[in-house]
């Protein structure tokens, strides 16, 4: 009986996790595709790790710190790169392994066996909580209104900021809420993903959608859909196998990626020799 | 005849560096003025005070309102920003030109897809209205380009540079379709190519640090040396043009 709770609550938690995860990163992840901000991201995950350590020392939700981190690791890559003229993927590189120096110290210097470290490098649904379903699921929410708000105005931002500033003065204002709602989504998605593996959950759903469409919009749809099928087969197969469920939903969607391009070229290959018999 | 705005006695740096001086220019209704002058001279800074980019240091600017404010500029940038491999369609790329008059929240009408849907086959992109820029050829993303520019019905439209990214082809097609909007609007375009718009441009200004304004459209080899305007002669066929020397 108790068995059948565990198992029915384990489902609930992965099935609203897949659902909440491929939300977030579906609409945070194509805007970071589309500005070619992955490499920002990736710092912004890392940086976070900081804030993990920090959190495990002063005995905080972890997540908490990883959130501070986040945003204060996006926004700084932004000053030391605009007001200090620092390269800009200099500035993440320093950023990103500063992070990751202050979280290894911290959780070094925390007292006891620090169970849940693991976790957070690589994800695990096992100790995802309902608060962090909960995180995820506000998360979500926020992300469908204020990209549903304010999508043009994001998109032509995004797609041409210098154009963008001959007609608003609140271009930065968009700009560094839409960065720090990307570092808060990485950062609910550690709990999923893991720190070393969270970026592919924003990277390569949008690469799949991409393969069937150009327009924005689309993208994100699809790659919600994608991540979505991706992350709750990975989850299954993490679960029947036993394997680690961060690893595996990666695992899966690159698989499901190569699939795509690989019948996609297929049909165009077929549809090309046709157009040839045709003619 | 009906001025958009005047500058008087307007000066703007960036930094201690003082790039226009002592600005005095008046652009009127149908004005076609193209802006010549020598690299770093100020010509695009000049446009960026228009826009209300740049704040001018001293003097002042006056636009006639009854006729221009903020919502009736239109503004063809340089080609450099926008990524061409970004995932958004003609369409709402030229859509985007309406910006300055929508709030952040920014809804698009069905009028203003229509309107969309008009400038799109004006500038003869039909067909490629859910393109995106990688698609087409650069004398096309300049027109889409333009069409952001235009599809506001501005007052006053600021092209920098239109020819940097033209193919030749469509070179004469683009200035022939500039000859049609200055019906519609004045035109203010920066160029180093004086052998093309001088056959097009009503005026000229010379922007070199001052600037000299010249109410024909002649361009002599006196005028280029009195006002100081190192020019590389750009020319090709058909246009009617006149050569110049190299000179400094």
């Known amino acids: 009986m108790e068995t059948n709770i565990f198992q029915y609550s384990f489902i609930i938690k992965g099935l609203l996790g897949a659902i909440f995860a491929s939300i977030t990163a579906g609409l945070a992840g194509t805007y970071v595709v589309s500005k070619r901000m992955v490499f920002l991201s990736g710092g912004i995950t890392h940086a976070s790790f900081g804030g993990i350590g920090i959190g495990f020392f002063i005995g905080i939700n972890p997540v908490i710190g990883a959130a501070v981190f986040g945003i204060l690791s996006a926004l700084g890559v932004e000053y030391l790169s605009v007001k200090q003229k620092i390269r800009e993927d200099s500035a993440i590189g320093i950023l990103w392994a500063f992070g990751m120096a202050i979280g290894i110290i911290f959780i070094y210097l925390t007292p006891g066996y620090t169970p849940n470290l693991m976790s957070y490098l690589f994800g695990s649904i096992l100790t995802v909580s309902r608060a962090d379903i909960i995180a995820l699921g506000i998360m979500s929410a926020i992300l469908i209104l204020y990209f549903g708000i304010f999508y043009r105005t994001i998109l032509y931002i995004s797609f041409d900021e210098v154009f963008a500033r001959t007609y608003s003065s609140y271009v930065d204002v968009f700009k560094y809420i839409t960065t720090s709602l990307i570092a808060l989504t990485i950062v609910l998605n550690i709990r999923m993903a893991g720190v070393v593996l969270v970026i592919s959950l924003l990277t390569i759903p949008p690469n799949i959608a991409m393969l069937f469409t150009r327009v924005y919009f689309k993208i994100v749809i699809w790659s919600i859909l994608v991540g979505f099928i991706g992350t709750a087969t990975g989850y299954v197969i993490s679960y029947y196998a036993g394997i680690p469920v961060g690893a595996t939903i990666i695992f899966t969607l690159v698989i499901l990626w190569v699939i795509v391009k690989g019948v996609i070229q297929l049909i165009w290959k077929l549809t090309k020799k046709n157009t040839l018999i045709t003619h | ?248």
């Open chain 2, 1 to 248: 005849m009906a001025y958009l705005f005047e500058m008087y006695s307007l000066s703007a740096s960036y930094g201690t560096n003082m790039v226009l001086q002592d600005v005095n220019f008046r652009v009127n209704e149908n004005d076609f003025i193209g802006v010549i002058g020598p690299n770093g001279g100020g010509k695009t800074t000049l446009l960026r005070v228009i826009l209300g980019l740049v704040k001018p240091v001293s003097g002042k600017m006056v636009f006639n309102s009854d006729l221009l404010n903020g919502n009736s500029i239109g503004y063809l940038p340089q080609i450099s920003t926008g990524d061409v491999n970004y995932p958004v369609t003609v369409t709402d790329i030229i859509l985007s030109g309406l910006m300055i008059r929508k709030g952040f929240i920014s809804r698009m009408s069905p009028d203003d897809k229509k309107k969309a849907d008009k400038v799109i086959e004006e500038l003869g992109l039909s067909g490629m209205s859910k393109s995106i820029l990688t698609e087409l050829s650069g004398g096309q993303m300049q027109r889409v380009f333009l069409g952001r520019a235009i599809i506001g019905d501005p007052r006053l439209l600021l092209l920098d540079e239109p020819g940097n990214f033209v193919d030749m082809t469509f070179e004469n097609d683009f200035y022939e379709k500039l000859r049609d909007l200055n019906k519609r609007m004045a035109i203010l375009m920066v160029s180093h190519d004086v052998g093309t718009i001088s056959a097009h441009i009503k005026s000229f200004a010379c922007v070199n640090r001052s600037l000299h304004y010249h109410p024909s459209h002649e361009i002599t080899n006196e005028d280029l040396l009195a006002y100081g305007c190192p020019i590389q002669l750009v020319t090709h066929g058909d246009v009617p043009h006149t050569v110049l020397k190299y000179h400094k």
